[in-house]
T-cell receptor, first 111, second 116 residues
């Protein structure tokens, strides 16, 4: 079983739709959580951190459920420019840091 | 520029050749990571440096892969006797955080390796 799992999609949604992605992780000792965005043939970039209390950044809302070991990302009023792959990232501290990436969920927002 | 710089951007190698990929992290960043990303997959962890110390190399797929960061800044990932399954994008990322500080990862644009 992969340490971080995501539905690969693709999710094809119309502009203005609300879409939600989930991610599950297997290591209960995981300490920090993030969503990264990766455009086609580009490098990943941080979208937002995920906090236990949940957090919002404009149209994006992230939630963490430690008991069930899953993380969610909600995108409201989706835009064409939101089309990308969304990577769930979990950190584990061994000797230093280890950021573990999920396989990513591909989103296409259609006009 | 101020970002993470990787070279070469594209590399085509014949099977059996050795390759070296360079990463120039953001100045002052303590942590440096190498990832391998196959087409349609998420980045897979290869190795992690804190300054010049290689603290985790558990992700290196075989002893053909070697990474170093001798002066705590520029890092090189070397792949010996390349195989076709080594074809991937190799991403370097740096972070200002040290141990226990999960700072943001800043990625370079990657080095795309194709082994024929």
């Amino acid at each position: 079983r992969k340490e971080v799992e995501q539905d690969p999609g693709p999710f094809n949604v119309p502009e203005g739709a609300t879409v939600a992605f989930n991610c599950t992780y297997s290591n209960s000792a995981s300490q920090s959580f993030f969503w990264y965005r990766q455009d086609c043939r580009k490098e990943p970039k941080l979208l937002m951190s995920v906090y236990s209390s949940g957090n919002e950044d404009g149209r994006f809302t992230a939630q963490l459920n430690r008991a069930s070991q899953y993380i969610s990302l909600l995108i409201r009023d989706s835009k064409l420019s939101d089309s990308a792959t969304y990577l769930c990232v979990v950190t584990q501290f061994n000797y230093g840091q280890n950021f573990v990436f999920g396989p990513g969920t591909r989103l296409s927002v259609l006009p | 520029g101020a970002g993470v710089s990787q070279s070469p951007r594209y590399k085509v190698a014949k099977r059996g050749q050795d390759v070296a990929l360079r990463c120039d992290p953001i100045s002052g960043h303590v942590s440096l990571f190498w990832y391998q990303q196959a087409l349609g997959q998420g980045p897979e962890f290869l190795t992690y440096f804190q300054n010049e110390a290689q603290l985790d190399k558990s992700g290196l797929p075989s002893d053909r892969f070697f990474a170093e960061r001798p002066e705590g800044s520029v890092s090189t990932l070397k792949i010996q006797r390349t195989q076709q399954e080594d074809s991937a994008v190799y991403l370097c990322a740096s972070s200002p955080g040290g141990p226990g500080i999960p700072g943001e990862l800043f990625f370079g644009e990657g080095s795309r390796l194709t082994v024929l």
